[in-house]
C-alpha cells in the first residue's frame, strides 16, 4: 500500500480508526511529519488536536544511546539497565534532562503558542504518526501519554515493520497500521510526496483544529439519540434521529433505490453532519415488502408524500429547521418534497441523485439545491446538468473529482460530507433558538 501524502494517509487511516468507536479521543500527533497525518484523523474523529512531543535522553559520551525519554508535565522515563551499563550518574543524568527539557518546552511553545496542553487524565490518548521504523519514538510516546494520566492509549500509523508492531502492541490497548510490510526500508519510500514537514505548518494545523473543535473540547452527548417510528397512513416507518444540543437544523435523509436508513454511505455523511452540529433523521421511506417492488422505488409521488410525512412528524416533535438529504431516486423525491407551496424546507443535498425524475417539480423549489456528482459518473452528470437549467432556485453542481455513482473511491463520500455540511450551514438561520422538547437551547452559529 503507497500513500500518495501525508493528507491522503491520514484520511485512509481515519477511516480505519473510526471504527474502533473511541470514548472521548484526543488526537496527539508525532511532530514534525505525524502532525498533517493527525489533522486528517481529527477532523474526522471531530477532536481535538495535540502534538506529543518526546526528546531522548541520550548517553553523554554516546548520545545516539538512549537511556530514556522524557515529555511534558514532568514526565520522565529512565531505561535502568542502560544507565547502569552505560554508568551514567544523576549528575550528568540532571545536566541531560535538564537540557532536554529545554528544548521540548521551545518547540511546544512555539508548536501551541499560548494554549496549554489538552488535558489527557480519563481520556484515549489517540497517538498518530507518518510512519514508524523503530518504533522508539512512538513506544516512549505512549509511555508518556500513559504518564499523562490516559485512560486509553491507541496507537495509528500507515505504514510500520511487523517487528515493530509486535513490540508496540505490548504498550497500546488498540493499534491501527495500515501496511506493514516485511522489507520496509524507509517510511518515505511508501509515499509518493514525502517533503518535510516544518514547524509553522504544525502550528497552523493545530490552530486550526482548535478554531474548528475547540482547543481540548469533551465530547458532550446528542441532546436527542433515539431510535423512532414514523406514522405513514397504515404503516410504520422506523428510523434514527439525533439532534446534538443547540442543532441549527436537522436533515432528513431521502434513501433511494431501494436501500434503507442503514446505508452506510448516507450514515458517514449522517455522521460528518452531527459532528458539525446537525440533526439528522434517517428512516426507511418504504417497508421491507413494498422496497421488494421495482415501481415503489421509482414511485416519486409516494416517495415524497413519505418524506412529507416524516417532516410533519419531526416539526411536531421537535420545531427545528428542515433540511433534505437524498441519494439516487430519493433526491427527485426530497425534491418533489421541497416543492410544495408550505414545505419551508432550508436546503436540499442530492448525492448522485435522479433530480431529472422530479419533472415538473423542479420549476417550483425554492429551497437552495446543491446537486453533488462524481465526475465519472457520466451519463448522471449529464442528468443533473440537464435538472439544474430546469432549478428556477439558487442552485449548484458540483462535482467530486474521479468518484463514480457510489462514491467508493477513497476521499469520495467524505467530500461529499463537507460539501452537505457547508451548505446547510450556508443556509439555515444564523441565530435565534430552536426548541428541543421542553428545554430552548441557542441556535448562535
Keep these: 500500500m503507497r500513500f500518495s501524502d501525508r493528507t491522503a494517509a491520514g484520511r485512509r487511516l481515519a477511516d480505519e480508526v473510526r471504527r474502533l468507536r473511541l470514548d472521548d479521543p484526543v488526537v496527539l500527533g508525532l511532530p514534525r511529519g505525524g502532525v498533517p497525518v493527525a489533522y486528517e484523523v481529527a477532523r474526522a474523529l471531530d477532536a481535538p488536536l495535540d502534538v506529543i512531543v518526546v526528546r531522548k535522553l541520550g548517553v553523554p559520551a554516546r548520545p545516539e544511546l538512549g537511556f530514556g525519554a522524557i515529555g511534558e508535565g514532568g514526565v520522565s522515563i529512565?531505561?535502568?539497565?542502560?544507565?547502569?551499563?552505560?554508568?551514567?550518574?544523576?549528575?550528568?543524568?540532571?545536566?541531560v534532562e535538564r537540557a532536554e527539557r529545554a528544548a521540548l518546552e521551545r518547540r511546544l511553545e512555539h508548536y501551541r503558542g499560548?494554549?496549554?496542553?489538552?488535558?489527557?487524565?480519563?481520556?484515549t490518548a489517540l497517538?498518530?504518526?507518518?510512519?514508524?521504523?523503530?518504533?522508539?519514538?512512538?513506544?516512549?510516546?505512549?509511555?508518556?501519554?500513559r504518564a499523562r494520566g490516559a485512560d486509553r492509549v491507541v496507537l495509528a500509523v500507515p505504514v510500520a515493520p511487523p517487528e515493530a508492531l509486535a513490540a508496540l502492541d505490548r504498550e497500546t490497548d488498540a493499534l491501527v497500521c495500515l501496511s506493514s510490510p516485511d522489507r520496509l526500508g524507509s517510511v518515505g519510500q511508501w509515499y509518493d510526496d514525502f517533503s518535510q514537514t516544518d514547524d509553522a505548518e504544525v502550528a497552523e494545523l493545530l490552530a486550526e483544529n482548535a478554531r474548528t473543535v475547540g482547543h481540548g473540547a469533551r465530547r458532550d452527548p446528542p441532546a436527542v439519540?433515539?431510535?423512532?417510528?414514523?406514522?405513514?397512513?397504515?404503516?410504520?416507518?422506523?428510523?434514527?434521529?439525533?439532534?446534538?444540543?443547540?442543532?441549527?437544523?436537522?436533515?432528513?435523509?431521502?434513501?433511494?433505490?431501494?436501500?434503507?436508513?442503514?446505508?452506510?454511505?448516507?450514515?458517514?455523511?449522517?455522521?460528518?453532519?452531527?459532528?458539525?452540529?446537525?440533526?439528522?433523521?434517517l428512516f426507511d421511506l418504504l417497508t421491507p415488502d413494498e422496497a421488494f417492488d421495482r415501481g415503489n422505488v421509482f414511485d416519486i409521488r409516494l416517495?415524497?408524500?413519505?418524506?412529507?410525512?416524516?417532516?410533519?412528524?419531526?416539526?411536531?416533535?421537535?420545531?427545528?429547521?428542515?433540511c433534505y438529504f437524498g441519494a439516487s431516486t430519493g433526491a427527485a423525491a426530497a425534491l418533489a418534497a421541497a416543492a410544495e407551496p408550505a414545505a419551508e424546507i432550508a436546503a436540499v443535498v442530492s448525492r448522485g441523485g435522479r433530480p431529472d425524475l422530479a419533472g415538473e417539480h423542479l420549476a417550483a423549489v425554492r429551497?437552495?439545491?446543491?446537486?453533488?456528482?462524481?465526475?465519472?459518473?457520466?451519463?448522471?452528470?449529464?442528468?443533473?446538468?440537464?435538472?439544474?437549467?430546469?432549478?428556477?432556485?439558487e442552485h449548484r453542481l458540483a462535482l467530486v473529482p474521479g468518484a463514480t455513482h457510489l462514491f467508493e473511491e477513497p476521499g469520495a463520500i467524505e467530500a461529499v460530507g463537507e460539501l452537505a455540511r457547508g451548505w446547510f450551514l450556508d443556509h439555515l438561520p444564523p441565530s435565534g433558538t430552536v426548541g428541543l422538547g421542553e428545554t430552548r437551547y441557542d441556535r448562535s452559529v
Design 303 to 322: 416517495l415524497a408524500e413519505r418524506l412529507g410525512r416524516a417532516t410533519a412528524w419531526l416539526r411536531h416533535e421537535h420545531p427545528v429547521p428542515v
Design 78 to 95: 529512565l531505561n535502568e539497565s542502560v544507565v547502569m551499563a552505560a554508568r551514567v550518574g544523576a549528575r550528568e543524568r540532571t545536566a
Design 127 to 145: 497517538i498518530v504518526d507518518d510512519g514508524i521504523a523503530t518504533g522508539s519514538t512512538a513506544s516512549a510516546a505512549c509511555q508518556v501519554a
Design 114 to 123: 499560548e494554549r496549554p496542553a489538552v488535558e489527557l487524565v480519563g481520556r
Design 367 to 393: 429551497a437552495p439545491t446543491l446537486l453533488v456528482v462524481g465526475s465519472a459518473d457520466l451519463q448522471v452528470v449529464e442528468l443533473n446538468r440537464s435538472a439544474a437549467e430546469r432549478l428556477r432556485c
Design 225 to 281: 439519540d433515539a431510535e423512532v417510528t414514523i406514522g405513514a397512513g397504515w404503516v410504520g416507518l422506523p428510523g434514527h434521529l439525533v439532534l446534538p444540543y443547540g442543532a441549527p437544523g436537522v436533515v432528513v435523509f431521502a434513501h433511494g433505490s431501494g436501500s434503507s436508513r442503514h446505508s452506510p454511505r448516507n450514515q458517514a455523511v449522517a455522521t460528518e453532519l452531527n459532528r458539525a452540529g446537525l440533526g439528522t433523521l
